[in-house]
């Protein structure tokens, strides 16, 4: 029995535009949904990184240099007067206490401040004794008592019930905006972590397209352009040769293909280029990554975190 060249290739083209139609339209409504949920993804970030700027924002505005003087004024006070009274024994390492130091400031920022008071309150006692001494030098002339350094210090704020409570609403203040920008940042990065997962199905998508554009040449236009086969005309090497499949594709019939060929061609690029657009990298200018990371925090943020 012969075979009917006729009917194997229409099958063949049957079963394959078939099969490239299924994959296709399942293809097409995983693209519409992925893509639902990606625009959903990437607005909750863009919402998540304005509230972040916004944190940002507010939380720049608030006094911590204030605060930290205020602070930390009256255990600065005390090393001094350990310097005053000659008491002094420990270093400034071993003089500093985090309960002493604003929770908003790094223990190095906080060891020179201790260092720093340490050279005033030296210098302020080398220039009493040097007054002491002069005086006592002195034979003419009315004495002026000179007055010790220790006697000097007072705070810069009346530590009333009033001023306690003020350093209490800023650090609740302060805390509650670290707080907030701590649930954004771990938000944000749960994000970028699920839109890191389109990644690996973008790549997926696209091999999917572009095999289902080669099995629609390879099975269905291919085989389509030896139709018809007229009586028991058989198939030639010849003939399935690309320079054979150029003549084809010179005639009505080839101008029929080609048709269909730029139709599926550009649906499957459509495809592709939808696709492409499911990158977390190419929807954002900034490195997100890096943007959620503690170094671009506030400073003031990134000491109390540490």
Not at 39 to 47: F, G, H, V
Not at 100 to 108: G, R
Request: charged letters at 20%; aromatic letters at 14%.
């Amino acid at each position: 029995m012969d075979l009917d060249w006729n009917w194997f290739y229409s099958a063949l083209a049957q079963s394959a535009a078939a099969i490239v139609g299924v994959f296709g339209a399942f293809l097409i409504s995983y693209l519409m949904r992925l893509q639902q949920e990606f625009s959903n993804l990437t607005k909750q970030l863009r919402n998540s990184l304005n509230n972040r700027d916004k944190l940002h924002q507010e939380i720049n505005q608030l006094n911590f240099e204030w605060f930290n003087e205020n602070y930390e004024t009256t255990y600065l006070n005390k090393i001094a007067n350990l310097v005053y009274d000659e008491e002094l024994e420990k270093s400034p390492e071993e003089l500093y206490e985090p309960n002493e130091f604003s929770p908003f400031q790094s223990k190095t920022k906080s060891i020179e401040k201790i260092k720093r008071r340490i050279n005033t309150a030296e210098q302020q006692l080398q220039i009493y004794l040097n007054k002491k001494e002069k005086q006592q030098d002195s034979t003419f002339g009315k004495l002026v008592p000179v007055q010790h350094p220790s006697s000097k210090l007072t705070s810069t704020l009346d530590k009333n019930k009033d001023y306690y409570q003020m350093m209490n609403d800023f650090k609740e203040k302060a805390f509650n905006k670290f707080t907030s920008l701590k649930f954004t940042l771990r938000e944000i990065n749960q994000l970028i972590d699920d839109a890191e997962k389109f990644e690996g199905m973008r790549k997926i998508l696209i091999v999917s397209a572009v095999l289902s554009l080669l099995i629609f040449f390879s099975c269905v236009i291919y085989p389509l352009s030896f139709l018809p086969v007229f009586g028991n005309e058989t198939i030639t090497f010849e003939e399935l040769t690309l320079s054979a499949f150029w003549n084809t594709l010179m005639s009505l019939k080839g101008l029929f293909l080609s048709i269909l060929s730029i139709i599926i061609t550009f649906g499957i690029g459509l495809v592709i280029r939808n696709v492409k657009n499911f990158s977390i990298h190419n929807s954002f200018e900034t490195n997100l990554q890096e943007s959620a990371s503690m170094e671009k925090q506030p400073i003031w943020y990134q000491n109390y975190h540490q």
